[in-house]
Structure formats: structure tokens, C-alpha cells
């Protein structure tokens, strides 16, 4: 007989590994003056659902994702005229590339949050996603 598998997450062998080995490097930064149709036509062309918002200085502010560019359209506000700040999540969380994948899938969850922005000394390293994780596992 086969032993039984846990269907404890906690069991998963990586969960203290760092999220740096999770994380995308690949990051594309939306500046905050850039409009809800400019960051729209970027997400839409690069496939992304959400990217992290910069100010001029590069310094992380917020991030923006397609559920909440549903909202500002629910909204009916003009994506013309507002300028991505205007409506994106500030204060996003924010991890080092150090912290443990467990750690950092806690956060998430208790948040209730998909995504998460890599950093280090305030330069942002990668993003993760709750994809991400579901990718670990295929």
C-alpha cells in the first residue's frame, strides 16, 4: 500500500525556501502619472493582469490590477483623464527576496491579496502572484 499524501500545505518541501526563487524577475512598472488607458493598453499588451506603480523617483507607491480597473469602469470614471495613482491599491505589501515562500504565502492569504512586490533596499526585484504558487505545483 501506498502511504497516504498529506493534504497539509504546511508538508510542501519548498515553503522555506525563498521567494526569490518563486518570484518573476521580469517586472513592468507603471509610472503614477501614467493614464488608466495607457496602463490598461500595457497590461492588455503584455499579458499581465497587474504590475506595481512607480512615482518619478521609482519609488513603489502602489500597485494596479484588472479587478480594480473593473471597479473604476463600474464606476463609469473617465480612463482618459485620470491618471493611474488616482486608483490604484497603495501601500502594497512588500517582501524581501530573502523571505520564506510560506511567509509569504501567510501574508497573502491573511490580506486577502494575489499579488506581492519583491524588494530590496526600496528597488523593486520581482513580483509574485497567487499564480505563481498554483505553477509550483504543475
Same mark, same amino acid.
Given at each position: 500500500?501506498?502511504?497516504?499524501?498529506?493534504?497539509?500545505p504546511g508538508d510542501c518541501a519548498m515553503k522555506n525556501e525563498p521567494i526569490s526563487t518563486l518570484m518573476q524577475v521580469r517586472t513592468e512598472t507603471l509610472s503614477a502619472d501614467d493614464t488608466v488607458e495607457a496602463a490598461e493598453t500595457l497590461l492588455?499588451?503584455?499579458?499581465?493582469?497587474?504590475?506595481?506603480?512607480?512615482?518619478?523617483?521609482?519609488?513603489?507607491?502602489?500597485?494596479?490590477?484588472?479587478?480594480?480597473?473593473?471597479?473604476?469602469?463600474?464606476?463609469?470614471?473617465?480612463?482618459?483623464?485620470?491618471? !493611474?495613482?488616482?486608483?490604484?491599491?497603495?501601500?502594497? !505589501?512588500?517582501?524581501?527576496?530573502?523571505?520564506? !515562500?510560506?511567509?509569504?504565502?501567510?501574508?497573502?492569504?491573511?490580506?486577502?491579496?494575489?499579488?506581492?512586490?519583491?524588494?530590496?533596499?526600496?528597488? !523593486?526585484?520581482?513580483?509574485?502572484?497567487?499564480?505563481?504558487?498554483?505553477?509550483?505545483?504543475?
Amino acid at each position: 500500500r501506498e502511504a497516504a499524501r498529506s493534504s497539509d500545505p504546511g508538508d510542501c518541501a519548498m515553503k522555506n525556501e525563498p521567494i526569490s526563487t518563486l518570484m518573476q524577475v521580469r517586472t513592468e512598472t507603471l509610472s503614477a502619472d501614467d493614464t488608466v488607458e495607457a496602463a490598461e493598453t500595457l497590461l492588455t499588451q503584455l499579458g499581465l493582469s497587474w504590475a506595481p506603480v512607480i512615482d518619478d523617483g521609482g519609488v513603489l507607491i502602489g500597485v494596479v490590477s484588472k479587478t480594480d480597473l473593473v471597479r473604476f469602469h463600474l464606476d463609469k470614471r473617465d480612463p482618459v483623464a485620470t491618471p !493611474i495613482w488616482r486608483m490604484c491599491t497603495y501601500r502594497p !505589501i512588500t517582501v524581501s527576496p530573502e523571505t520564506p !515562500i510560506a511567509s509569504v504565502a501567510r501574508s497573502m492569504v491573511d490580506s486577502h491579496v494575489h499579488h506581492v512586490v519583491v524588494s530590496d533596499r526600496g528597488a !523593486i526585484r520581482g513580483v509574485v502572484s497567487a499564480l505563481d504558487f498554483v505553477r509550483t505545483f504543475l
